[in-house]
Each structure stands twice: as C-alpha cells, then as structure tokens.
C-alpha cells in the first residue's frame, strides 16, 4: 500500500484546512486509516482513526469536536477535515494505514503503511 498525502499549508488560527490521503494498492488487508501528527521538536502523536471498511472514528482529546475524519474507501481516499486550528496545531501531519487491532490504534507502531506527510501552519 502506498500512501500520499496533501492539503497542508498556512493558515491563520481559526482557519480550517481539509487534508487528503489517498491510497493505492491492497487496501483490502487494511482495516483503519489514522492520522498522526509531530509538532516541531516532539514526539508524533495520534490524532483520529477510522474503520477503512465501516463507520467508527476515533479523536485525540485534543481535537475532538474540531476536527473530523472521513473517507470514501470506492475512491480509495481518506480526508481530515479540521476547524477552528490553533497554533499548536501545527505539524506535519501523516496519514498510515494497516490491519490494526482497535485497542491499539492510538499507537503508531502498529500501522505498517505511512504517506509522506504534510505541513500544517497556524499563525497566531
């Protein structure tokens, strides 16, 4: 599975950004597309999940209720769509894939495929 993501960019705080991640190859051995992120300097960290083949999402604390994840699996495309950003929002953002338990798919290390990811700016 190949990943590429994109609709990073600069944005003012309280902007919104949607951003894309579209797959190619054997999605069907996958069963969740996440989005992570890493801040400059930190570690990267979980930000939403979605069942590739269902309809369950799963937010960071941090985002939830502001950012939303989606997908259209028939175009083989995953979407982050995310509202009201903050400067700490600021990343780079990748999206991964892979056959995940659900208990475990806050964690990075479980995903097996991963895009190249995508700046996000916010200015304050």
């Known amino acids: 599975v190949q990943l590429q993501a994109s609709g990073g960019g600069l944005v003012q705080a309280g902007g919104s950004l949607r951003l894309s991640c579209t797959a190619s190859?054997?999605?069907?051995?996958?069963?969740?597309m996440a989005w992570f992120r890493r801040p400059l300097g930190k570690e990267r960290e979980f930000v939403a999940a979605m069942a590739w083949h269902g309809t369950n999402t799963y937010y960071a604390d941090s985002v939830k209720g502001l950012f939303t994840v989606s997908g259209d699996n028939t175009l083989n495309t995953g979407f982050l769509q995310m509202n009201s950003l903050k400067p700490e929002d600021t990343a780079v953002y990748y999206c991964?894939?892979?056959?995940?338990?659900?208990?475990?798919?806050?964690?990075?290390?479980?995903?097996?495929?991963w895009g190249q990811g995508t700046q996000v700016t916010v200015s304050s």
């Open positions: 190859g054997r999605t069907s051995d996958t069963n969740y």
């Open positions: 991964a894939m892979g056959s995940v338990l659900r208990t475990r798919i806050r964690r990075e290390y479980d995903y097996d495929y």
